[in-house]
């Protein structure tokens, strides 16, 4: 019944939706997300063209795809080295790279994109790709912040248009979040459903509100520990041994911040008071705002909360 109701709302009759099989697939931006999905979708049979701003940053993806496969090749074939070199072979093979949009989004069924978190340079890749791509091709966002309504609306293809959230690392997390705005169609909302799980993972439905449901959840979670220890409540220490022996959390909050990088949950928060200035939620921390400024910003810089040198 949820589901017919879902159908009506978006416009479709039952009849009318059908899933689109998604095999050739662009990724855009060779990040340590793009990199990732590349990866797995590689692995997963796709063809894939991986697509940054230079060839240096693509052999810099490639070399990451290549030592993330042999960390997953020592467990899955731990008994037998030579499949686990002729699986990786076999991946990389499906895995082109490009600098060129253009040419790259040719016979595409999915452009997924994977830039840098800024809306105006998202649109003007999106307004671009919509008259490079083909008719069929479905866009996807993979945005941890920014609504997907403002990114497809510089594109004519509101109906073609979804986000698919992954999270870090790619080929570790089970999670997609899947993302539909009220013009999203059915079909195309099936068809990342439906692609996700062919990638090995478990999605989950979300409305385009900010932070969809995990960052939602877990910006406001990671700042409040910052504060709690900025208040003298407690060690960073204490707060990830706490986190993780008693909630059973893989990492604590600061050792997590440190490997998403501070200057991304900054600015996820900061969008967000712009947003809703009096949520206390959302108010800031000092720390964070000065360990950014330092241009300390995690692991990627050798020093956050912990120093990694
Ligand atoms: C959240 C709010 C913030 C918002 C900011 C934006 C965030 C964004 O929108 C959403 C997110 O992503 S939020 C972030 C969400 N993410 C989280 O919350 C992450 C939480 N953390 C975790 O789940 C675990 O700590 C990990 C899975 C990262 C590591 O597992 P571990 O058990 O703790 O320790 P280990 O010893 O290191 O690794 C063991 C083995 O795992 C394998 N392997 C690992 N990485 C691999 C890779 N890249 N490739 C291939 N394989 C990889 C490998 O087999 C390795 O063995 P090896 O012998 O070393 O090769
Ligand atoms: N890092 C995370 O934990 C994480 C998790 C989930 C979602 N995200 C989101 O995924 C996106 C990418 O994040 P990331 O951490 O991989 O970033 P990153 O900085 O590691 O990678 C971004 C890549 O995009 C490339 N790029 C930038 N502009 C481009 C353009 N116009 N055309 C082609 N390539 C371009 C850059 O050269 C870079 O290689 C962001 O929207 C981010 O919010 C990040």
């Given at each position: 019944m949820a589901f017919f109701a879902h159908q009506i709302r978006r416009g479709?009759?039952?009849?009318?939706?059908r899933n689109v099989v998604i095999k050739q697939v662009t990724i855009i931006g060779g990040g340590q997300m793009g990199a990732g999905i590349a990866q797995v979708a590689a692995s997963t049979g796709h063809s894939v063209n991986l697509v940054d701003t230079s060839d240096d940053i693509l052999k810099k993806s490639i070399k990451t795809i290549e030592g993330s496969l042999k960390r997953v090749v020592k467990k899955k074939f731990a008994d037998k080295p030579e499949a686990g070199e002729e699986f990786i072979q076999k991946v990389l093979k499906n895995v082109s790279t490009s600098t060129d949009v253009g040419s790259a989004v040719q016979g595409s069924d999915l452009?997924?994109?994977?830039?840098v978190e800024n809306l105006k340079i998202k649109q003007d890749l999106f307004s671009r790709l919509d008259k490079l791509a083909p008719a069929h091709t479905?866009?996807?966002?993979?945005?941890?912040?920014?609504p997907i309504s403002d990114i497809s609306s510089a594109t004519n293809r509101l109906d073609r248009f979804g986000g698919l959230h992954f999270f870090n690392p790619v080929p570790m997390m089970k999670l997609v979040e899947v993302i539909g705005t009220s013009t999203t169609s059915q079909e195309t909302f099936d068809s990342l459903l439906n692609f996700s799980k062919v990638l090995g993972k478990t999605p989950v439905s979300c409305k385009d509100t900010p932070g969809f449901i995990v960052n939602r959840l877990f910006v406001p979670y990671l700042y409040e520990a910052v504060r709690l220890y900025e208040r003298g409540h407690g060690s960073k220490e204490d707060i990830d041994i706490a986190m993780k022996?008693?909630?059973?959390?893989?990492?604590?909050?600061?050792?997590?911040?440190?490997?998403?990088?501070l200057d991304t949950i900054k600015f996820i928060m900061d969008g967000w008071r712009e947003m809703d200035p009096d949520n206390t939620l959302f108010a800031p921390s000092e720390l964070m705002d000065k360990l950014v400024a330092e241009g300390k910003l995690g692991k990627k810089t050798g020093e956050g909360f912990y120093k990694y040198k």
């Open positions: 479709f009759s039952s009849s009318a939706v452009v997924l994109e994977a830039i479905i866009f996807a966002s993979n945005t941890s912040s920014l022996l008693g909630v059973g959390y893989p990492m604590g909050p600061f050792e997590l911040s440190d490997y998403i990088g």
